[in-house]
């Protein structure tokens, strides 16, 4: 299958400080990447969709100025969680979707877990 | 709302048995479902997937039912093994849109 890379896989920071997260498609293009975000014993719940050469859309309740989203390139998308606080502490997920046979399939990154002090 | 439901949180199953894993959407322009493996702190494996032209899909030990009269879909293991216990999550998707939405996942603990 497709492969989708992450880093970094785990990150430690004080509260109040910006924390860059990197999700790379390494062995295909992709327009859009989607940022996932879950907490522990929870589904995954989509944060936003990251969009090549455009804006990322954003999901009801999650806050654009709060997670920075750039689509660099057709094979790197970033997110930034801006002056973190304790509360942004989860297990952040990247996709990039890749078409094949006309079926769109999801391939999802190894995961960032961040933690906040 | 949750558009995607997994109501059962677990499931244990000997080794060697059929482990199957059920799933219901509310959301009628789903048409297309898939299944991830997910081992705690690492991102979700894709397993197999479906579209609703189809009412089943096999791929080795893994099959994958859909009756999209009862918006149902089930993943079958067959025979189930060790390396299998992980938590499973449904996924549904309007074809062209790629949005996942996802159930809440179904713990599987394969027992030697």
């Known amino acids: 299958g497709a492969v989708v890379s992450q880093h970094p896989s785990r990150v430690i920071c004080k509260s109040g400080t910006s924390v860059k997260i990197e999700c790379r498609s390494l062995?295909?293009?992709?327009?859009?990447m989607f940022w996932y975000r879950q907490f522990p014993k929870q589904s995954l719940m989509l944060m936003a969709t990251?969009?090549?050469?455009?804006?990322?859309?954003?999901e009801q309740g999650v806050e654009k100025d709060k997670f920075l989203i750039n689509h660099a390139s057709l094979t790197l998308s970033t997110l930034t969680v801006t002056s973190a606080h304790p509360e942004d502490s989860s297990f952040y997920i990247c996709?990039?979707?890749?078409?094949?046979?006309?079926?769109?399939?999801?391939?999802f990154g190894p995961g960032t877990r961040l933690l906040v002090l | 709302d949750q558009q995607v439901k997994q109501n059962s949180p677990s499931l244990s199953v000997q080794e060697g048995r059929i482990s199957i894993l059920n799933c219901d959407y509310t959301?009628?322009?789903?048409?297309?479902f898939l299944w991830y493996k997910k081992y705690p702190a690492e991102g979700p494996t894709f397993l197999i997937s479906?579209?609703?032209?189809?009412d089943k899909n096999e791929d080795g030990r893994f099959t994958v039912f859909l009756n999209k009269s009862a918006k149902h879909l089930s993943l079958h293991i067959v025979p189930s093994q060790p390396g299998d216990s992980a938590v499973y999550f449904c996924?549904?998707?309007?074809?062209?849109?790629?949005?996942?939405?996802f159930g809440a996942g179904t713990t599987v603990t394969v027992r030697a």
């Open positions: 996709s990039a979707p890749l078409l094949a046979g006309g079926l769109e399939t999801q391939y």
């Open positions: 062995d295909f293009q992709a327009t859009t």
């Open positions: 990251s969009n090549e050469g455009s804006k990322a859309t954003y």
């Open positions: 959301n009628s322009m789903f048409d297309y």
């Open positions: 479906i579209s609703s032209i189809k």
């Open positions: 996924a549904a998707s309007v074809s062209g849109d790629y949005k996942l939405s």
